[in-house]
T-cell receptor
């Protein structure tokens, strides 16, 4: 069984700062990685996915992959209070991308 | 109605009760899922259905019984639950279950279950 590890936090950053969220994974063969955001009392929503062929930027969000150290990062530039949420990292199961293995999530708090 | 809807949003039941959770997706997806979310623990995949056929039963106790009458509806029947089953139960759907996809799951708002 693959494992996905995240620091539970909370990670507290001031508004406007860069928030850096990390996720380590156990299977060296993992090829794709997903970041979900979950606001308190709400359901998770996919905000970013990255494949093993490079980093990805989408607006204020950047996903970076370090295959040698087996971790993937999500950077949030110009953090806003509305970014305060729990961020879940996920990797596909061994047999299909539909079977996602989730980390327990990192809670981010952006202070105004 | 859009997206994935779940009812009830909150449920309190005794250990001897029988209840059901309902999920409906309006996205035209072919795959539906049940996940369990407990505090401080990762989302746990429970069941996966593809075109109404169960393709995954992730070692879930038999006191949880899923039903998928069609590709838009998914139920989770509950009976003789234990207090440790108290959690948020999330339904999700995706376009299909083929590999190499974006891995995008569309989640419902969840059913918060409390077992007394």
């Amino acid at each position: 069984q693959k494992e996905v590890e995240q620091n539970s936090g909370p990670l507290s950053v001031p508004e406007g700062a860069i928030a850096s969220l990390n996720c380590t994974y156990s299977d060296r063969g993992s090829q794709s990685f997903f970041w979900y955001r979950q606001y308190s009392g709400k359901s998770p929503e996919l905000i970013m996915f990255i494949y093993s062929n490079g980093d990805k930027e989408d607006g204020r969000f950047t996903a970076q992959l370090n295959k040698a150290s087996q971790y993937v990062s999500l950077l949030i530039r110009d953090s806003q209070p509305s970014d305060s949420a729990t961020y879940l990292c996920a990797v596909p199961g061994m047999d299909s991308s539909y079977k996602l293995i989730f980390g327990s999530g990192t809670r981010l708090l952006v202070r105004p | 109605e859009t997206g994935v809807t779940q009812t009830p949003r909150h449920l309190v039941m005794g250990m001897t009760n029988k209840k059901s959770l309902k999920c409906e997706q309006h996205l035209g997806h072919n795959a539906m899922y049940w996940y369990k979310q407990s505090a401080k623990k990762p989302l746990e995949l429970m069941f996966v259905y593809s075109l109404e056929e169960r393709v995954e039963n992730n070692s879930v106790p038999s006191r949880f019984s899923p039903e998928c009458p069609n590709s838009s509806h998914l139920f989770l029947h509950l009976h003789t639950l234990q207090p440790e089953d108290s959690a948020l139960y999330l339904c999700a759907s995706s376009q299909d279950t083929s590999g190499g996809g974006t891995g995008e799951l569309f989640f419902g708002e969840g059913s918060r279950l409390t077992v007394l």
